[in-house]
């Protein structure tokens, strides 16, 4: 556990100093990290380390996801490089893996902002989807209606026209 205070103290001041924009909240347990995802402010993103004092970061995330919690992009934070663990932490839907070797906490800031990039690309994505899903539905209601209209005036006995604010003629029978 001592180990871990320090590695999050230089964490916290390493960010302090090449990422200040960055705001980190630290929770020293998986069940405080737990309680935090319950809250109504999310996350932008969540660094997890694979070995905490009350479960591992992969039970964690299974945890949360187990009960539907919110799980921002997170990012697997290992002592050591476990393949078998970095496999697991992806399959388990992880942005990244990051080994705390020399200079890991510039490969784990890249990782923080890559996986929060994504992460809002991705929901905007899904927004635009959505946005053209709608216009597409909203456009064959519009043809359809158009061609109603078409046939409506073709069969029309009386004259039947519209203009456009500048006089010109948009529809006429």
């Given at each position: 556990v001592e180990h871990q205070a320090m590695d999050i103290d230089l964490t916290l001041r390493h960010f302090a100093e090449v990422a200040p924009r960055i705001e980190l909240q630290v929770v020293r347990s998986c069940a405080e990290a737990l309680e935090r995802l319950r809250q109504p402010e999310p996350c932008d993103a969540a660094?997890?380390?694979?070995?905490?004092?009350?479960?591992?970061?992969?039970?964690f995330v299974r945890e949360a996801t187990?009960?539907?919690?919110?799980?921002?992009?997170?990012?697997?934070?290992?002592?050591?490089?476990?393949?078998?663990?970095?496999?697991?932490?992806?399959?388990?839907?992880?942005?990244d893996y990051v080994t705390k070797t020399e200079g890991y906490l510039d490969d784990l800031r890249h990782a923080l902002e890559r996986a929060i990039v994504h992460d809002r690309l991705d929901r905007m994505n899904a927004r635009l989807q959505v946005e053209l899903e709608e216009r597409t539905r909203d456009q064959a209601v519009s043809e359809e209606h158009r061609r109603f209209l078409d046939i409506l005036l073709n069969v029309m006995?009386?004259?039947?026209?519209?203009?456009?604010?500048?006089?010109?003629?948009?529809v006429a029978n």
């Open positions: 660094l997890v380390d694979l070995r905490m004092p009350d479960m591992s970061g992969l039970d187990r009960r539907g919690l919110h799980l921002p992009p997170f990012i697997i934070i290992s002592g050591r490089g476990d393949e078998q663990a970095a496999i697991a932490s992806l399959q388990l839907g992880a942005a006995p009386v004259a039947v026209f519209s203009k456009d604010a500048g006089g010109r003629y948009l």
